[in-house]
Protein backbone atom coordinates (compact mmCIF):
# COMPACT_ATOMS: atom_id res chain seq x y z
CA UNK A 1 0.00 0.00 0.00
CA UNK A 2 1.68 3.48 -1.33
CA UNK A 3 2.00 6.13 2.17
CA UNK A 4 2.86 9.73 2.32
CA UNK A 5 4.82 11.23 4.75
CA UNK A 6 4.52 14.84 4.82
CA UNK A 7 7.25 17.61 6.51
CA UNK A 8 7.29 21.60 7.51
CA UNK A 9 4.28 21.65 9.65
CA UNK A 10 4.65 24.25 12.64
CA UNK A 11 3.79 27.59 14.56
CA UNK A 12 4.16 30.89 12.65
CA UNK A 13 2.87 33.96 13.09
CA UNK A 14 0.65 35.50 10.79
CA UNK A 15 2.46 37.31 7.46
CA UNK A 16 5.29 34.85 8.22
CA UNK A 17 6.01 31.74 5.52
CA UNK A 18 6.34 28.21 6.01
CA UNK A 19 6.93 25.07 3.20
CA UNK A 20 5.60 21.90 3.31
CA UNK A 21 6.71 18.93 1.70
CA UNK A 22 5.50 15.45 0.99
CA UNK A 23 7.30 12.25 -0.49
CA UNK A 24 6.43 8.57 -0.40
CA UNK A 25 7.53 6.45 1.88
CA UNK A 26 8.11 3.49 -0.71
CA UNK A 27 9.51 3.15 -4.45
CA UNK A 28 6.91 4.53 -7.04
CA UNK A 29 6.72 4.93 -10.01
CA UNK A 30 4.70 8.24 -10.53
CA UNK A 31 1.89 9.75 -9.62
CA UNK A 32 -0.57 11.68 -12.08
CA UNK A 33 -1.58 14.35 -9.77
CA UNK A 34 -0.37 15.32 -6.07
CA UNK A 35 -2.07 17.94 -4.21
CA UNK A 36 -2.25 19.54 -0.32
CA UNK A 37 -5.70 19.62 1.48
CA UNK A 38 -6.31 21.75 4.61
CA UNK A 39 -8.94 20.26 7.08
CA UNK A 40 -9.57 23.50 9.55
CA UNK A 41 -10.76 23.37 12.94
CA UNK A 42 -14.12 22.41 12.49
CA UNK A 43 -14.75 22.27 9.23
CA UNK A 44 -14.40 19.87 5.96
CA UNK A 45 -11.36 19.07 4.22
CA UNK A 46 -10.84 21.15 1.62
CA UNK A 47 -8.55 21.27 -1.70
CA UNK A 48 -5.70 23.99 -1.23
CA UNK A 49 -3.65 23.45 -3.98
CA UNK A 50 -3.06 20.48 -6.57
CA UNK A 51 -0.30 19.98 -9.30
CA UNK A 52 -0.79 17.17 -12.36
CA UNK A 53 2.37 15.29 -14.40
CA UNK A 54 1.99 18.14 -17.12
CA UNK A 55 2.28 21.03 -14.68
CA UNK A 56 -0.69 22.43 -14.22
CA UNK A 57 -1.76 23.37 -11.22
CA UNK A 58 -4.82 25.00 -9.65
CA UNK A 59 -5.39 27.01 -6.03
CA UNK A 60 -8.26 27.17 -3.56
CA UNK A 61 -9.36 30.67 -3.81
CA UNK A 62 -8.44 31.86 -0.72
CA UNK A 63 -4.58 30.65 -1.59
CA UNK A 64 -4.22 32.27 -4.81
CA UNK A 65 -1.28 34.94 -5.11
CA UNK A 66 0.16 33.71 -1.50
CA UNK A 67 0.80 29.48 -1.71
CA UNK A 68 2.72 27.98 -4.46
CA UNK A 69 2.91 24.12 -5.32
CA UNK A 70 5.83 22.35 -7.24
CA UNK A 71 6.71 18.45 -7.43
CA UNK A 72 9.74 16.95 -8.59
CA UNK A 73 9.10 14.27 -11.27
CA UNK A 74 12.05 12.65 -10.23
CA UNK A 75 11.86 11.90 -6.32
CA UNK A 76 7.79 12.00 -6.83
CA UNK A 77 7.81 15.09 -4.60
CA UNK A 78 5.46 17.35 -3.78
CA UNK A 79 6.01 20.94 -2.11
CA UNK A 80 3.38 23.63 -1.03
CA UNK A 81 5.44 27.18 -0.26
CA UNK A 82 2.99 29.09 2.23
CA UNK A 83 3.47 33.06 2.27
CA UNK A 84 1.71 35.69 3.95
CA UNK A 85 -0.11 33.30 6.13
CA UNK A 86 -2.96 34.30 7.91
CA UNK A 87 -4.92 33.19 10.87
CA UNK A 88 -7.36 31.58 8.67
CA UNK A 89 -5.01 29.14 7.24
CA UNK A 90 -4.82 27.62 10.60
CA UNK A 91 -5.40 23.63 10.49
CA UNK A 92 -4.10 19.87 9.64
CA UNK A 93 -2.76 19.98 5.70
CA UNK A 94 -2.63 16.79 4.36
CA UNK A 95 -1.01 15.16 1.33
CA UNK A 96 -2.80 13.64 -1.92
CA UNK A 97 -1.64 11.45 -4.84
CA UNK A 98 -4.02 10.23 -7.54
CA UNK A 99 -3.53 7.10 -10.11
CA UNK A 100 -0.56 5.92 -8.44
CA UNK A 101 1.89 3.72 -9.87
CA UNK A 102 4.39 1.63 -8.01
CA UNK A 103 5.91 -2.13 -8.24
CA UNK A 104 2.58 -3.31 -6.04
CA UNK A 105 0.14 -2.21 -8.52
CA UNK A 106 -1.88 0.82 -9.59
CA UNK A 107 -3.64 2.93 -6.40
CA UNK A 108 -6.34 5.46 -7.04
CA UNK A 109 -5.32 7.31 -4.09
CA UNK A 110 -3.35 7.62 -1.13
CA UNK A 111 -3.46 10.04 2.02
CA UNK A 112 -0.38 11.36 4.44
CA UNK A 113 -1.04 11.36 8.19
CA UNK A 114 -1.47 15.10 8.12
CA UNK A 115 0.59 17.91 9.66
CA UNK A 116 -0.68 20.54 11.59
CA UNK A 117 0.25 24.59 10.85
CA UNK A 118 -0.78 27.01 13.37
CA UNK A 119 -0.83 30.49 12.25
CA UNK A 120 -0.86 33.19 15.41
CA UNK A 121 -2.64 36.48 15.06
Known amino acids: QVQLVEFGGGLVQAGGSLRLSCAPS????????MGWYLQAPGKQRELVAAITSDGSANYGDSVKGRFTISRDLGKNTVSLQMNSLKPEDTGVYFC???????????????WGQGTQVTVSS
Open 26 to 33: GAIFRFDV
Open 96 to 110: NAGHIYSPGGYTRQA
